[in-house]
């Protein structure tokens, strides 16, 4: 679930980082217009996987 979570958040970077140096949005260019319903589960995937990727923080402070 970690590796998942973190290739998720990495794709949702890459594309803000597209967004915001190029304005080309690469999730609506791969899967169809931002309004689509495949683009938008994407979307919603990637910001589940920022939310989930928070414990890594707690994950952190136990191990040091």
Known sequence: MDTLALTLVI???INWGLIGLFQ???VAAV???SSSVLSRIIYG???LAGI???KFYTDREKTS
């Open 11 to 13: 794709v949702g970077a």
């Open 24 to 26: 080309f949005d690469l």
């Open 31 to 33: 899967f169809g217009s």
């Open 45 to 47: 995937l990637v910001g």
């Open 52 to 54: 989930y990727s928070f």
